[in-house]
């Protein structure tokens, strides 16, 4: 395994509270900290962004967690066992997290897909498993993009459910959206943005293209359908920046934002690679299952299968209590970069998606663009989440199980595919 880089962090902690149901206070003047802000305080019950830069310390009620910026003396206040008030679990510093697409630049990914593809033909197995050689013949792969869906969404096989994911609100947390973008007129999108001086407008791309996946829509006015709930209700959170980064502060406030609008799946295909599970995800995962919602993220782009490198499950995806994706190609095989499990309690790969060479949205006037990554196959499984949360109105944990349950088994060890290929209820 490659060495694994010291996490980036913003100098602000991460405060993890008591009983998320606890209406205790705490006593942030004991600590010297004097300028603090309650999600419950703002009507969407999202907070601002640049409320969540100003304020000393940020609570996000649902969750029962704080950003806050203090000094060691202020964080050791609060962290005394004589302190009165809501107690303190944990504290950890903020980190940096990024979108998970293939880390490759696209020109180079799809010149590597394309070698990559090659190989495998080339050395394709034959009927009776043996490792011949083929010999001019270049098999098909099991999927392919045709003019009517493209390979993922025959994969999940989408195409064939007679669910939409009408009434299902999916909170996709990335980059924001091309508000403006021709496929998703007349649907209802509520945006917010947590990144402060960005709009919730997808400067980027990766988050238009999740959403597209998850969201996208049935017939496309141009080329093939690329949405798995068609008919969801679409909640875009822009945790990430433009640049593609944002912080844990962002992040969960996008989370708390979506658990307080009742969204029974959040996909977000971001993360760090940090090999330890977080533990203010740790408590956000399960506090939002409680409420009903189940947070779906990308295992990570960090292997290279192709010279041996497995990698390992980052975070927020390595925390127990949310649901980790990994990736596939389009012949249902591990996607070279996709991430395996850690030996680690919450460090698996859970479920599996479609993620390599996945064609969705993207700003205008590009309208359309195929790249790959762990982010890719997140909201293939967010989507199907919807639909089966539409299907069964199962919620939270029973959500999770459903999926899992649900899902085709494949040939390959469960440290990487873990319970299988999501599938659409039939």
């Not at 066992?81 to 880390?103: F, I, K, M, T, Y």
């Not at 180079?108 to 013949?137: F, K, M, P, Q």
């Not at 989408?158 to 924001?176: F, H, K, P």
């Not at 960090?302 to 925390?319: H, L, Q, W």
């Amino acid at each position: 395994m490659a060495a694994v880089r010291p996490p980036e962090t913003t100098g602000r902690q991460i405060v993890v509270l008591a009983d998320a149901d606890d209406d205790a206070g705490v006593e942030w003047g004991r600590a010297g900290i004097g300028e603090v802000a309650d999600s419950r305080d703002f009507a969407s019950g999202g907070v601002p962004p640049e409320t969540l830069h100003d304020a000393q310390a940020t609570v996000f009620a649902q969750l029962g967690i704080a950003v806050v910026s203090a000094d060691p003396g202020q964080m050791a206040v609060l962290q005394s066992a004589e302190a009165p008030g809501r107690r303190v679990l944990s504290v950890s510093p903020e980190l940096v997290h990024h979108v998970l697409q293939d880390v490759l630049d696209y020109a180079r990914a799809y010149r590597d897909g394309v070698d990559d593809l090659a190989e495998r033909v080339l050395h394709a197995h034959d009927g009776n498993g043996n490792g011949h050689a083929a010999t001019g013949v270049r098999a098909a792969p099991l999927f392919a993009d045709t003019a009517q869906a493209t390979w993922g969404i025959q994969a999940v096989r989408a195409d064939s459910s007679s669910c939409s994911g009408r009434g299902i609100g999916v909170a996709v947390l990335d980059t924001g959206f091309d508000l403006e973008h021709p496929d998703f007129a007349g649907r209802t999108v509520s945006a917010m943005s947590f990144v402060p001086g960005e709009r919730a407008q997808d400067g980027h791309g990766h988050g238009t293209h999740c959403i597209g996946t998850s969201c996208g829509p049935r017939s496309p006015s141009t080329g093939p359908r690329y949405g798995v709930a068609y008919e969801a209700d679409i909640f875009v959170g822009k945790v990430l920046s433009d640049a593609g980064s944002g912080t844990d502060g962002g992040i969960l406030a996008g989370i708390d934002w979506a658990v307080s609008n009742g969204c029974p799946v959040i996909s977000m295909s971001l993360g760090a690679d940090v090999m330890e599970a977080h533990p203010p995800y740790s408590a956000a995962g399960a506090r939002a299952l409680e409420r009903a919602s189940l947070i779906i993220a990308a295992a990570g782009n960090n292997a290279d299968r192709r010279n041996g490198r497995m990698g390992f499950v980052g975070a927020p995806a390595n925390s127990p209590e949310i649901m980790a994706v990994g990736a596939l190609d389009q012949n249902l095989e591990m996607a070279y970069f996709s991430a395996r499990s850690l030996a680690a309690r919450g460090g698996q790969v859970d479920i599996a998606g479609p993620g390599y060479q996945v064609l969705s949205s993207w700003p205008m006037p590009t309208r359309y663009r195929s790249i790959s990554g762990t982010s890719m196959a997140t909201p293939h499984v967010a989507g199907i989440a919807a639909l089966w949360a539409e299907a069964t109105g199962r919620r939270g944990l029973e959500l999770w199980a459903t999926l899992c349950q649900e899902s085709e088994r494949l040939m390959m060890p469960s440290v990487d595919v873990g319970s299988g290929l999501c599938i659409a209820p039939q």
